[in-house]
Every structure is written in structure tokens, then in C-alpha cells.
């Protein structure tokens, strides 16, 4: 089999699950082939016209973007709802291509013949989780149904990214580019540390929690200064900014894991997260139950699991309904 020719048909997005499945069994089992792909997209790099962008910052995105995609196994569900988009990149797909880890096959890029790099945007999808690794080292863990935006001119005077969604960060140090993550409403800079932002745009809360280091939030016309175990709440509604000490600040990244972690957290609001997280649609039909609180741990369960808990747990009983999830008071 011509591995070559696969690898083009790949880059033009025209192999088959067949072919794919060769080329992943390729990469696992034969010990030239990193190598021989590493030989192609070099080859592919240099022979692609320049983007205009440094040569530093080029070499930095040959050999540092790393996209491991995390396969989160859900009940019924297909893994093919993952994209991962680039656009204007042809030259950076190769790049990319290059040092992706086997599971690559399972997404979708999709870029255009234009030479100017403009913006890299990852998406994960409900029911999904992405990790990636930024040009300049910081990893980058992506909750579901979450989207990461950067573009050409990161790490050239700053190293600026919009989320929206949750993503947990650990900041590769670097004293002469800030960090900053911008949600729109609250702006997360950092020179060097670890810490987990939620901003979906259907909650009323923005919240950054943080692990490690020291981290600034800006927000209109209000400002604040985080240190380990504090997060820092700004309210859509209210356009308020407040930090408050939180006990387990290692929990707000738990789901980079495949774990679930509530403290005191509304059934409410638990039923939102496992609706992101399996890609169900979670219905109730009591609202009473809604305000239901609840705190632990729950450890790599599927949904069903994750109810069963809550039903041992709580006055709530739940119905499967064709795609969704009925929950109600037991009677």
C-alpha cells in the first residue's frame, strides 16, 4: 500500500474510513513511519509559499502544536461530532498533521488554499472533550461544547486566545508574553500558572478558579488579583465582580479527567453540565427537584450511572424518552 498517497488523499480530506483505519494501523505498527510522515510534512512545509509569519514563530508551530483528541465514550452516541477547524492554514495543516498523535483520524480539518494564516479555532462539541498543546507549550484541556480561538501573531508580542465555553490552562512560563484569555466579558492574564474558565454564553456566571500561581481578572470597570484556591465570579446580569475562597479549587478541572465534582451544586445546575457532557437533552418535570443540592465525587460513569447515584441519593427518579432525560420527584 502507497502510505504516501494516503497521506495526500488525507490532506485534501478524500480518504475513506477504510483508509483511514490503514493509515492509523500504519502509524501504530510500523516503527518508520513517524519519520516517513515527519519526512512528508516537511517536505509539504517547504515547498508551501511563506505566510509572512516569523520564522520563529513557524518553527515554534512545526514542532509544539499537538492536537490529542480525547475520546469520551458516550452511550449511543457517534464520536463524529468533533471538528476541529482551521481556517485560511494550508501550510499549518501539514505542520499540524505532523506531530498529531494517533487519534488524529478521528476529526476534521478543513482549510483553504490561501497562504495567510489567520485564525486557528478548535471546537468541542457536546459530548466531546479536546486537548491541545499552544505553540509555546501551554497545554490547553477544552470542555464540551466549548470553542478556542488564536491566530497568527500568538506569541509575537502576547500570547492572547478567545474561549468560549470551559477550558482548563496550564501556562507555559514565559516573563516577556503575557497570557491572556479573553471570554468577552472577563479577560484571564497570566504569566505562568494553572487555572480552569467557564464562560458559556447561555449562563449568567464567568467564572475563572485557580490552582496555581497568581492570575489577573479584568472585567468592565472592575478588577482583581487571584491567588491559589480562589475564584473570581462575574455576573453577566448584574455586571458584578467578586472572589470568594473555595476548599477544593483542584476540583474545577475534575472533568479533564472524566470525573464529576459538586460542592453544594443545584440539581439545576448539574443537569446542565451532564446535558453538555453526554450531548442529552435533560427535561424536568417537577421544579422542586431543581434546587435540589448535592456534593461528591463521581468518577468515570456513564449517564446512566451518573443518574442511578442521584436517584440512590435523592428523592428524584428518572425516565429515558426517546433522546432525553425526564426528571421528576418520586412519588
Known amino acids: 500500500m502507497d502510505y504516501i498517497e494516503l497521506l495526500e488523499k488525507y490532506m485534501q480530506g478524500l480518504t475513506t474510513p477504510e483508509e483511514e483505519k490503514a493509515l492509523l494501523d500504519w502509524i501504530q505498527h510500523d516503527g518508520d513511519a513517524r519519520s516517513t510522515i515527519s519526512a512528508f510534512y516537511e517536505k509539504r512545509w517547504k515547498e508551501t509559499p511563506d505566510t509572512g509569519v516569523s520564522a520563529e514563530l513557524q518553527y515554534k508551530m512545526l514542532m509544539n502544536i499537538k492536537q490529542n483528541i480525547c475520546q469520551h465514550e458516550i452511550e449511543n452516541q457517534s464520536a463524529a461530532g468533533r471538528k476541529i477547524v482551521w481556517m485560511n492554514v494550508m501550510k499549518y495543516a501539514a505542520a499540524i498533521l505532523a506531530t498529531m498523535v494517533v487519534s488524529v483520524f478521528s476529526a476534521y480539518y478543513f482549510y483553504s488554499s490561501e497562504s495567510d494564516v489567520k485564525n486557528f479555532v478548535v471546537y468541542a462539541d457536546k459530548g466531546q472533550r479536546s486537548n491541545l498543546v499552544l505553540p509555546d507549550g501551554t497545554k490547553v484541556w477544552l470542555n464540551s461544547d466549548s470553542k478556542l480561538e488564536y491566530d497568527n501573531t500568538y506569541g509575537v508580542k502576547e500570547r492572547k486566545i478567545r474561549l468560549t465555553g470551559e477550558a482548563y490552562f496550564e501556562v507555559a512560563k514565559d516573563k516577556?508574553?503575557?497570557?491572556?484569555?479573553?471570554?468577552?466579558?472577563?479577560?484571564?492574564?497570566?504569566?505562568?500558572?494553572?487555572?480552569?474558565?467557564?464562560?458559556?454564553?447561555?449562563?449568567?456566571?464567568?467564572?475563572?478558579?485557580?490552582?496555581?500561581?497568581?492570575?489577573?481578572?479584568?472585567?468592565?470597570?472592575?478588577?482583581?488579583?487571584?491567588?491559589?484556591?480562589?475564584?473570581?465570579?462575574?455576573?453577566?446580569?448584574?455586571?458584578?465582580?467578586?472572589?470568594?475562597?473555595?476548599?477544593?479549587?483542584?476540583?474545577?478541572?475534575?472533568?479533564?479527567?472524566?470525573?464529576?465534582?459538586?460542592?453544594?451544586?443545584?440539581?439545576?445546575?448539574?443537569?446542565?453540565?451532564?446535558?453538555?457532557?453526554?450531548?442529552?437533552?435533560?427535561?424536568?418535570?417537577?421544579?422542586?427537584?431543581?434546587?435540589?443540592?448535592?456534593?461528591?465525587?463521581?468518577?468515570?460513569?456513564?449517564?446512566?450511572?451518573?443518574?442511578?447515584?442521584?436517584?440512590?441519593?435523592?428523592?428524584?427518579?428518572?425516565?429515558?424518552?426517546?433522546?432525553?432525560?425526564?426528571?421528576?420527584?418520586?412519588?
Request: aromatic share 8%; proline share 3%.
Open 176 to 331: 516577556e508574553h503575557r497570557f491572556l484569555v479573553s471570554t468577552g466579558l472577563m479577560d484571564v492574564e497570566a504569566l505562568g500558572t494553572a487555572f480552569n474558565v467557564q464562560s458559556y454564553p447561555n449562563e449568567d456566571e464567568i467564572t475563572t478558579t485557580l490552582l496555581e500561581g497568581k492570575v489577573k481578572i479584568s472585567t468592565p470597570g472592575q478588577e482583581a488579583i487571584l491567588l491559589p484556591n480562589q475564584q473570581a465570579c462575574f455576573g453577566k446580569s448584574s455586571n458584578g465582580l467578586s472572589v470568594i475562597e473555595v476548599e477544593n479549587a483542584k476540583y474545577s478541572n475534575s472533568w479533564t479527567k472524566g470525573e464529576f465534582a459538586f460542592n453544594g451544586a443545584t440539581l439545576e445546575e448539574i443537569a446542565k453540565e451532564l446535558s453538555r457532557m453526554y450531548n442529552m437533552e435533560i427535561k424536568f418535570d417537577s421544579d422542586e427537584i431543581k434546587e435540589y443540592n448535592f456534593s461528591g465525587v463521581i468518577r468515570n460513569n456513564s449517564l446512566i450511572n451518573v443518574l442511578e447515584i442521584i436517584s440512590l441519593t435523592s428523592p428524584v427518579v428518572y425516565e429515558v424518552v426517546n433522546d432525553s432525560i425526564i426528571l421528576d420527584k418520586q412519588k
